[in-house]
């Protein structure tokens, strides 16, 4: 039954990766068709790197996506603070109201928050080209936010209630022992919410589409006017690299939660 399930396992992986390898061969291909490799060459990623537009593009998303994190990892954790200071039905309504953007639809928070920026940019500010960097970011912290809380919430309830009346008590004022001994147990969970924050930001398209403007545009929404016509395999480097600096993210991610792991077991084992 293990192996059975060990099979199973890797066809599912192979399933959800074989698009990936697909393009990471296509993007050495010396030809135009993914169907048929020509001959290995680098001049795909050269051409991306020549390309002055695709490099803004990739500019643009990894600025919002970094601007998006910031301000996501600030709101969430001092939101995680607030909603573990509630108690009752008040709390378990907000974290309710927290859960509603993950399992809403994208294609509908994009279309409302949409609705919303052309009515304020409509009837506060009388302008009919609201939607650009601004937009974008609201948009992208909007949807990251849950993730930064459910990150930074787990670490609240690990963490000892009579730490920071320790710490006042050896002369610490309290936001002295909010950074000095709060701060440093929330930090892992801090971590992975910006890192979570960062990747949602960097490669999303359906949100982004319903929100951008013609003077700031990012990646995702550009790459989508190429699946009209043939991509150029210079796009294909893109993707491959995206893939990748994802997968670098992710895997610092799990590194930082693994140690955190290791360290509250010793603590555990200490006690």
Known sequence: ???????????????????????????????????????????????????????????????????????????????????????????????????????NPEIVTGVSLSLLFVFVGRKMLSTENILGFTTLLIAHVTFCLPYVILSVMPKLHQLDPSLMDAAQDLGCTPLQGFFKVVLPELLPGIISGAIMSFTMSLDDFVISYFVYGPRFATLPVEIYTYTRKQVPPSLYAMFTLMFFLILIVMIAMNVIQARDERKQKKRIKNA
């Open 1 to 103: 039954m293990k192996r059975l399930g060990r099979i199973w396992t890797v066809l599912v992986y192979l399933f959800l990766y074989a698009p990936m390898f697909i393009l990471f061969i296509g993007s050495f291909n010396d030809g135009k068709d993914l169907s048929e490799f020509e001959g290995f060459t680098l001049s795909n990623y050269l051409d991306l790197f020549r390309n002055s537009h695709f490099v803004e593009l990739l500019g643009n998303s990894i600025l919002l996506a970094i601007f998006s994190a910031v301000l996501a990892t600030l709101l969430g954790t001092l939101a995680a603070l607030g909603i573990q200071a509630m108690r009752g039905r008040l709390r378990r309504l907000v974290m309710s109201l927290t859960n509603i953007p993950l399992v």
